[in-house]
């Protein structure tokens, strides 16, 4: 079965101090991760697709990594404007998109 | 500008009530898609749609409905047989379905019921 699970629920940081989150899967074809950040009560706002494992992309603070098994969403010198739910979900084989439950961050000054 | 809509923000509705709620892309995506978001579920998906005219049934389609008759639309009704209808309601659009593309996703509908 096609699964998603992301980790952990939810993440405490300072200003400043780095980290990664985690979005495991297990599909028998991938066709594409995607990373969104979501802000309470607004809808998910893409932030990078990946289609093969090794493949990096990055945009400013974030950097998305890809390997067969799960994908790292690193955030580097995090200030609380970064402070959201960030969500991965999966594109399988058959076409199905199944989302994980994501990890909430909370950045503090 | 292209995107995404959804209305209204906000809906209220009493039970036994059918609502429907509308969304709307400018985009000229085929693929569109229904999510409901409860706290700590994360995104389930409802309906979803590949091209005008056909729409196939998601996770949790039980209660739901929905239409495809032009590109730019696909608005879903909440019916009174949805037991549990208060939740997040997001829509979203695709170029085309199949896992591959990027989903753009409107701001979403918080739907409660009295």
Redesign the interface.
Known sequence: EDQVTQSPEALRLQEGESSSLNCSYTVSGL??L?W?RQDP??????LF?L?SAGEEKEKERLKATLTKKESFLHITAPKPEDSATY?C?????????I????TKLSVKP | DGGIT?SPKYLFRKEGQNVTLSCEQNLNHDAM?W?RQDP??????IYYSQIVNDFQKGDIAEGYSVSREKKESFPLTVTSAQKNPTA?Y?C?SAPR????????????T?LTVL
Do not use: H, I, V, W
């Open positions: 066709r594409g995607f969104y009560g607004k809808g998910p706002e893409f697709t289609y969500l979900e999966m594109g399988g084989s058959q076409g199905n998109l989302f994980g439950k994501g | 959804q898609y999510y700590g579920q994360g995104l389930r998906l997040f997001l979203a379905a199949g896992g591959t593309d990027t989903q753009y996703f409107g701001p979403g918080r």
